[in-house]
């Protein structure tokens, strides 16, 4: 019972931290993947074809590479919140640009600088929320905030979708890239604090419960000295992680970019009605997502979770395509269903990689992971306009290698079972599963 009385005096964090995290997030991912709903206006003003634009979507993951590991450092060692406040600004501007561009070497550059501006924010909020959730709650908190690719997605398709119902591709990208000057920033630098000792908003009793969690992980985490961000290159972990994490983005950016596109061509419906239909595969993914890593916490199984959700993902994502427009209620519902396989990793995901590593440079670790994992939302886009390209403008090639790509992914991620999984007692988990019910 004090369990259950000591988990509720915790909830607010749930309720301010994440929220405002998510908000700030789903408007990044917004402005990195409405390129997708762009793709027809720009191949006729810009005169590119599908693995141009495939490259001017990926290319933007090249630029992300950049500030992934200093974002994690800074967030760690310096002010997750200051960090991510000022490249929200940033990216603004960039984003805004990109409705300005007169050809396609304008657009290569301004959406490579845009990755470049996005980099790091996602460390360095993986960062923050480390600083506020014990590793009991942290794969439910990370899948709670990583809710925001789907509610992004959910919100960015019919939303682009009406934009383009009424003018061009070039307001799309204004339009959507004034959303972090009027909506990220303010609420980001109003609500948002880096540990719970720096929150007015957060109780005595509450900053106690968090910190004394945060303390006992660390007193049963492995005894490391004298680390040092050397230490992140040369460990196994990392690296498997990050393989795993460049596959599963081939597999899951090149059915985001391309998903627009091929539900024109499942349901042949306007714009509008595209933007409607794309958003279906985001919304079953969000139950994916927190279904996913509620059992992830309550078994400590991270690694057999991701492994399901990709499984589920690649064989949905095949069939559905297989089907096509001759089904196309059940292509809808497959493609649904790959989506939220290729999605619900996310929470077991990074709660397995913040085991990975002394709590000191988990910032830089996860930084690297998605430095050079989301080279894979290079690799997706493009792969899949070059498959497109060879084969007639069909996406079945495509889809057979981004399912390959997926699978991959789960079956490498078995390997950290004994890295990355965390140890529950049988006799804890009773306890658990009464206190999931109120996280």
């Not at 490579?112 to 924010?121: D, K, P, R, S, W």
């Not at 509450?206 to 492995?222: K, N, S, Y």
């Not at 649904?336 to 000191?360: E, H, K, N, Q, T």
């Not at 999984?421 to 006799?427: A, G, L, S």
């Amino acid at each position: 019972m004090a369990g259950v009385v000591r988990e509720a005096i915790g909830r607010k964090r749930w309720t301010r931290l994440i929220p405002v995290a998510i908000i700030v997030y789903i408007i990044s991912f917004m402005d990195r993947t409405n390129i997708g709903f762009a793709l027809g206006g720009l191949q006729k003003d810009l005169g590119i074809d599908a693995a141009q634009q495939g490259l001017a979507a990926g290319i933007f993951f090249i630029g992300y590479l950049t500030l992934q590991i200093p974002g994690g450092h800074l967030a760690e060692r310096w002010s997750a919140k200051k960090f991510v406040g000022i490249m929200v600004l940033v990216w603004g501007v960039l984003a805004v640009a990109t409705g300005f561009v007169q050809n396609f070497g304008e657009l290569l550059v301004v959406r490579f600088l845009l990755g470049v501006a996005e980099a790091g924010i996602w460390p360095a909020i993986l960062v923050l929320i480390s600083h506020w959730f014990p590793a009991a709650e942290r794969a439910r908190a990370y899948a709670f905030w990583m809710m925001n690719i789907a509610i992004a997605s959910i919100i960015t398709a019919p939303l682009s979708g009406w934009i383009l119902s009424f003018s061009d591709w070039r307001w799309l990208f204004i339009i959507e890239g004034l959303f972090p000057f009027v909506i990220a920033a303010p609420i980001w630098w109003l609500l948002i604090s880096d540990r719970p000792r720096d929150a007015k908003w957060c109780s005595p009793e509450e900053r106690a419960f968090i910190e004394e969690g945060l303390a006992a992980d660390q007193a049963a985490a492995p005894a490391h000295e004298h680390v040092s961000i050397k230490h992140v290159f040369s460990n196994s972990a990392v690296w498997r992680l990050t393989l795993v994490y460049f596959l599963i983005q081939i597999g899951f950016y090149g059915l985001n970019i391309w998903l627009p596109k091929v539900v024109k061509t499942i349901t042949s419906g306007s714009a509008l009605e595209v933007g409607f239909v794309t958003a279906i595969p985001y919304v079953l993914a969000m139950f994916a997502l927190w279904y996913n890593a509620k059992g992830a916490d309550r078994s400590g199984r991270y690694s057999t979770h991701v492994l399901l959700s990709m499984a589920i993902g690649a064989v949905a994502l095949v069939i559905s395509v297989a089907t096509g427009s001759a089904m196309p209620i059940v292509a809808v519902a497959f493609i649904s269903i790959a989506m939220a396989g290729a999605l619900a990793y996310d929470g077991p995901f990074w709660a397995s990689a913040s085991r990975a590593m002394p709590v000191v440079v988990a910032g830089s670790a996860m930084g690297l992971i998605n430095a050079v994992g989301n080279l894979g939302g290079f690799v997706g886009p493009y792969v899949g306009g070059f498959l497109q390209d060879a084969t007639n403008g069909s996406f079945l090639a495509a889809s057979i290698f981004l399912a390959a790509c997926l699978l991959a992914a789960g079956l490498v991620m078995l390997t950290l079972r004994k890295t990355g999984d965390r140890p529950v007692p049988k006799e804890s988990r009773a306890a658990e599963r009464s206190s999931h019910r109120l996280a």
